[in-house]
C-alpha cells in the first residue's frame, strides 16, 4: 500500500464526511468502481472536474491481506484523494475486517461488492453470489464494525436491482431471437458456399419438416405478431400509469414499481419486434441462398457443357488442321502430276484443234470438189443432152429434107427410079 507524499493520513480530520454528503439534501457526484480505471490517477482528474465521492476499483480483501505486495499495487492515495470508498470483494467476515481496519487511516468507508456478475467472481464465492447468502453478509457487516473503532467509517453492500425473471413465453421469444441472430450470422459466413447450404437445406430431415415450412412459419409470424402488439398495449398502459403514479405523494414507491413494469413491457416490445423482424429475415435470407444456389447450379451445368463445347471445338479444329495438313501435302504431290497432266492435254488439244483445221479444210475441199464435180456432171449433161437435142433436131430436119427430096424424085422418076430404088 502506497501512500503519496505523506506517511499517515487520517480522513476523520478531513471536512468532507460521504454520509454528512448524503443527508445535506444537494446533489452528489459519485464516480462508483471501475475495473483497472478507478485507481488514484483517475480519482485525481474526476475531482477536478468537481467529483464529490470516488471509489476504488475492486480489491480481492484475501489476498490484500496476506500480500504486501497486493496492497502495494491495489491501494494507491495521496491527501487530495477524500473522501474515498474502498471496494472489497470477501467471502469471509475475519479477511474482510482485517482489511478494513488496513484501510480505515487512508479511506473513509468500504463497500462489500455483492453485485458482481463475472464467472470467475461467482465461482470463488464473490459477487452476485452472495446475495443467496444473506447471513454471510450481515456477519461482515457485523465483524467490520466491531473491528473497527471509527464509528463514522462506513460499510455499504453494492447489489444490482435487475430483472432475472421473465416468464416462460418471454424466455422462449428471447431464446428465439438469439437463436435467429445466430443462424443468420451462420448463413452470412463467407466461407460456406451457397451449394453447401443447399446440400444442407435437401436432408431427409427438412425434406419432411418442409409440408409443414409455411404453416409453421405462418404460425410464429401470427404469435411474434401478438406478442408485438401485447408489448405496445402494455408499454401505453404503464406509461400513462406511470405519469399519475408519479404525481401522487400518497404512494411514494409505486412510481419505482411502475418503472420498472414499463421496462419490462419496453424490453418484451423489443424481443417480440426484432424477434418478427430477423424471423422474416432469416425466411427471406433462406430463399435467397436456395434461389442463388440453383443460379450457381445452372451455371456450373451451363459452363460444364461450354467447356465440353470448347473442347470439342478444340478437337475439331485439330483435326481439321491436320486434314488441311494432309490435303495440303497431298495436294503438292499431285499439282505435279496435274500439270503434267494438263499440260499434255493442251498439248493434245492443240494437236486435235490443227487436225481438226487440217480435217476441216480436207472436208471443204472435197465438199467443193463434189460440188463442182456435180456442177461439171450437170454442166456435161446438159450439153450432152443438148447436144443430143441438136443433133436430134439435126436429124429431124435431115429426115424431113431427104422425105422431101425423096418425094421430088419419086415424082420425077416415078418409074425407073422407084423400081430402082426398091
Partial sequence: MKNDCIQTTVCQERKKDPIEMFHSGQLVKVSAPMVRYSKLAFRTLVRKYSCDLCYTPMIVAADFVRSVKARDSEFTT???????????????????????????????????????????????????????????????VKQVRNQVENPRFSVSIKIRCEEKKMTLQWTAVATFLYAEIGLILIFCLPFIPP??????????????????????????????????????REVRKYSSTSVIEKSSPSRPGAHEHTQMKLFRSQRNLYISGFSLFFWLVLRRLVTLITQLAKELANKGVLK???????????????????????????????????????????????????????????????????????????????????????????????????????????????????????
Fill in 195 to 232: 451449394q453447401r447450404w443447399q446440400k444442407i437445406f435437401s436432408f431427409n430431415v427438412w425434406g419432411k419438416i418442409a409440408t409443414f415450412w409455411n404453416k409453421a412459419f405462418l404460425t410464429i409470424i401470427v404469435l411474434l405478431i401478438v406478442l408485438f402488439l401485447d408489448a405496445v
Fill in 304 to 422: 460444364t457443357q461450354a467447356e465440353n463445347i470448347n473442347e470439342a471445338a478444340k478437337k475439331f479444329m485439330k483435326e481439321n488442321e491436320k486434314l488441311k495438313r494432309l490435303l495440303k501435302s497431298y495436294n503438292k504431290e499431285e499439282e505435279h502430276v496435274l500439270e503434267a497432266k494438263n499440260k499434255k492435254l493442251v498439248e493434245d488439244q492443240e494437236k486435235l484443234k490443227t487436225e481438226l483445221e487440217k480435217t476441216s479444210d480436207v472436208f471443204l475441199l472435197r465438199n467443193q470438189l463434189t460440188a463442182l464435180w456435180e456442177l461439171l456432171s450437170l454442166s456435161k449433161a446438159q450439153n450432152d443432152m443438148m447436144t443430143m437435142k441438136i443433133q436430134s433436131e439435126n436429124l429431124s430436119k435431115e429426115y424431113d429434107r431427104l422425105l422431101k427430096e425423096h418425094s421430088e424424085l419419086q415424082e420425077h422418076n416415078k418409074g425407073p427410079i422407084f423400081k430402082q430404088g426398091k
Fill in 78 to 140: 495521496n491527501k487530495g484523494d477524500c473522501p474515498l470508498i474502498v471496494q472489497f470483494a470477501a467471502n469471509d467476515a475475519r479477511l474482510l475486517s482485517d482489511a478494513a481496519r488496513i484501510v480505515c487511516p487512508y479511506a473513509n468507508g468500504i463497500d462489500i461488492n455483492c453485485g458482481c456478475p463475472q464467472r470467475w467472481a461467482m465461482a470463488d464465492g464473490y459477487g452476485a453470489c452472495l446475495i443467496n447468502k444473506p447471513e454471510l453478509i450481515q456477519d461482515m
